[in-house]
Structure formats: C-alpha cells, structure tokens
C-alpha cells in the first residue's frame, strides 16, 4: 500500500497480513533479534501535536528494522513558525525521507500531506479524525490477549472525540464484534457512526460480567471547545478494582494511553491490566506498517 491514512483504507485481509507480520517481528521488537531490511531509509515523524507512545515507537520500530529517523517535534523551531504552509513543508521533507509520519491537530492533515508527498504518508493522529495505527495494535491486543473474531467489547469515556475509538469500531465491525458504550450523553459517538457500525448504549455494572475487554478512553480536554462542557463530564467514568470483582477472570483492560484519572492505580496490579503490553505492541505493529508501505530489498 502506498499510504495509510485511515483504517478504511484496508481490507480485513491487509489487517490480517498487518498482524501475522508483527507476530514475526516480536523477537525483533524485543531486540532479541537483529534485523537490517530498513539499512538507509529514513524516516521523518512530523508531530504537530504532543505525543510520547506514537511518535517512540514508530522511531523505535525504524531503529529495529536498521533504518534511520529525524525528527519534527515543536512548529515554534521549525519554518512553520515563519508561516510556511503544511503542502511546502511535506512536499520539501518528502525529498528527504523514505516514509513521513504525520500527527496533526487537523482532521484530514494526514490526508491532505499524502496529496502532496512523493514518499509514502502514515497518520499518525488527525485531531478528532483517525488513528489506524493505534487500531491495529488495538487488533493485535486482543487477537493476543482475548479473542478478536467475536469479541465482546466496552467502549468506556469520550467516543465523541477519540480517534482511537473512531478507527477501531470500524475495524472491529470486520470481526463480528459485539459493541457496548458507556459514556455520558455528550460524548456518544458520532451518529453516523454509530449507523455504520451498529452496538447499543449500555451501563458498565450490566454486561461486566460478560464482555472480554473493556476499551478505556480519556476524556479529552483539548477537543472541548467550551471548557466548562468539559468540567461537566471530567471523571464521569472511573474503572476501579472494585467494579472488576463481578468481571470475567480473563476480561482485559486496554487503554490507548495516556492515562489522567479514568483507572486507578490499584487496577494495574489486576490480572485484567494489560495496557503497557498493549504499549510495547505498538512497535512490532508499526514495524509491520513500515514493512507495508517502505520499498525495500533484502
């Protein structure tokens, strides 16, 4: 594939193909293993929003496979701060790198820089928009840690503004999953998408007994354009030990990351915690990404 700008952009099997080749690619996500098909490529990551997770584990991945990064990390140190706009500036890096890694504030950023790129663009984040990237480590973590064809799966916080959660139920809707959402009235997901993809509006205490992951999202200050919207639901959903005594023994608790006060501490030393594993699969994921989208020969 030439880019990856939203997970529509592949079909159950590319998903599949993703998935296999980052199950591949552990031991050399692990650094157990060396491997050198990415020796003088370049990687540019273009982040015009904060980012820790995304933006290291995709030079991390690059690093892994033997390929090199630059970085763009602050607008105020870059010729953007002069006024250049976004086209100039992709079309001057795509001379400079094999692969450009985009987050942007801006939904349809990514989109936009793979019209105006000679190399292959992944999104890494456009504002409210997408994250296909992070949906399919989402994949690849409950094809690991639970079930993916059938899962029974919680969508717990802000579905109104979360990328993350807008690219994952359209991929999930490939795997026949069973969707619950649990958030407060403002922060439903978007009704055309809940059209696309079909679940129901729940509350957690009814189907905790049942479902096999539960999908957490922080409720995201910056997307508010009133702030005191925001106030009105911060801490609206909080996942405490205490709520899991009624769960599955084998219930996974996945969270994109990062986390401010949506689950407690004393939830990462249960069984049902797996949200830094599902971190560190976010390298041999993106690893496979690059794999797809870099021209390379071994």
Not at 192 to 210: M, Q
Request: aromatic content about 8%.
């Amino acid at each position: 594939m030439k880019h990856l700008i939203s997970i529509e952009d592949l079909s159950k099997s590319d998903i599949e193909r993703i998935l296999n080749l980052a199950e591949y690619l552990i031991p050399v996500a692990e650094g157990k293993k060396r491997m050198e098909i990415m020796r003088g490529k370049i990687l540019a990551n273009l982040f015009f929003e904060p980012s820790t997770r995304t933006r290291m584990s995709f030079e991390v991945a690059m690093k892994r496979l033997g390929g090199d990064v630059v970085n763009l990390t602050s607008q105020e140190a870059s010729s953007i701060a002069k006024g250049e706009n976004l086209a100039d500036t992709i079309r001057v890096i795509s001379g400079y790198a094999d692969v450009i890694v985009i987050r942007h504030s801006l939904e349809g950023a990514a989109k936009f820089a793979a019209e105006n790129s000679s190399v292959p663009v992944i999104n890494a984040g456009d504002g409210a928009g997408q994250h296909p990237t992070q949906t399919l480590l989402d994949l690849f973590t409950l094809r690991k840690e639970a079930r993916l064809e059938g899962v029974k799966i919680a969508l717990v916080g802000d579905l109104k503004y979360s990328r993350t959660v807008h690219s994952l139920v359209k991929a999930l809707k490939l795997y026949n999953a069973k969707i619950y959402y649990v958030c407060p009235d403002t922060l439903m997901l978007p009704e055309e998408l809940v059209e696309e993809v079909g679940g129901e509006r729940v509350a957690l205490e009814d189907i905790i007994s049942e479902v096999d992951a539960i999908y957490v999202t922080r409720i995201q200050k910056e997307r508010f354009p009133d702030e005191e919207e925001y106030r009105k639901v911060a801490g609206s959903y909080v996942i405490t030990s205490k709520i899991l005594e009624n769960a599955k023994e084998d219930l996974i608790i996945m969270h994109p990351l990062p986390r401010v006060d949506e689950i407690t501490f004393d939830v990462d030393r249960t069984r049902h915690a797996i949200y830094y594993k599902q971190a560190f699969y976010g390298v041999p994921v993106r690893m496979a990404i690059l794999c797809e989208v870099v021209e390379w020969s071994s």
